[in-house]
């Protein structure tokens, strides 16, 4: 199953410049996985030290956010879209 991952600029930059990614991925775990084995630096972006998505990245599955979901062990079905997205705070 493969599934397209979007990122915005800022992460991007950690992907070789590239916004879009075609991974193959049965869960959202398996799909950082290979971001992590392609793209180590935007792995340790996206998880902390325990494997876990860090609290200010945010993470949709066909729009779904998968925090209300299943987490790690969301279900990332053929041809869906997985957008990363870090949190943005500002004052």
């Known amino acids: 199953m493969t599934a397209r991952v979007r990122l915005p600029g800022v992460l991007a930059e ?4 590239q916004r879009s990614l075609e991974l193959a991925a049965g869960s959202l775990e398996e799909l950082f996985a290979a971001l992590d084995a392609s ?3 935007l792995g340790r972006r996206l998880r902390d030290e ?5 609290r200010h990245v945010n993470v949709y599955v066909d729009g779904i956010d998968v925090r209300g979901v299943a987490g790690l062990r ?3 079905p053929d041809g869906a879209e997985v957008q990363v997205l870090p949190s943005v705070a500002g004052g």
Do not use: E, H
């Open 14 to 17: 950690l992907a070789s410049g």
């Open 39 to 41: 793209y180590p630096v």
């Open 50 to 54: 325990t494997g876990a998505i860090r």
């Open 74 to 76: 969301t279900p990332v």
